[in-house]
């Protein structure tokens, strides 16, 4: 099955990438967008048909290589 | 308010970094991975508060600059 997830940037980590779309948009005149944050978007085809235990698989591999918990939080969708 | 939305490669085109992220789950013994596609996540801050005008003011954002819709789809979350 697949899981989806997302991971961003911790609050209070700056977003350099962010900050630049949203003074590209402002420029764009797009004036009402106050602030962007990006962050990457995963998509896992597991062979596991169980949710739970896929989703718990998912985890791991998010603790272990997609997030960097340093500096990043991960959501499972 | 806050839209959160995804940029994802549409169905058909190459993903080479998803697949480099499934090689190496499968090398780390993730074996049961059988596919990864990446795109991007993001959360945009608008200050408006009617949530139907500000998701179509993100949808003309998608459009103008945050997707390639040759290659890619986006989806307002």
Same mark, same amino acid.
């Given at each position: $099955?697949?899981?989806?997830?997302? /991971?961003?940037?911790?609050?209070? /980590? ?13 420029? $764009?005149?797009? !004036?009402? /967008?106050?602030? /962007? ?18 989703? !718990?698989?998912?985890?791991? $591999? ?16």
């Amino acid at each position: $099955m697949k899981i989806k997830l997302t /991971v961003t940037l911790k609050n209070g /980590v700056l977003d350099p990438q962010g900050k630049a779309i949203q003074q590209t948009l402002n420029g $764009m005149g797009f !004036s009402n /967008v106050e602030e /962007v944050r990006q962050g990457k978007y995963f998509e896992v085809e597991v062979n596991e048909k169980n949710e739970d235990k896929a989703k !718990s698989k998912v985890e791991e $591999m998010c603790k272990k290589l997609l997030a960097n918990l340093v500096i990043e939080d991960f959501k499972i969708l």
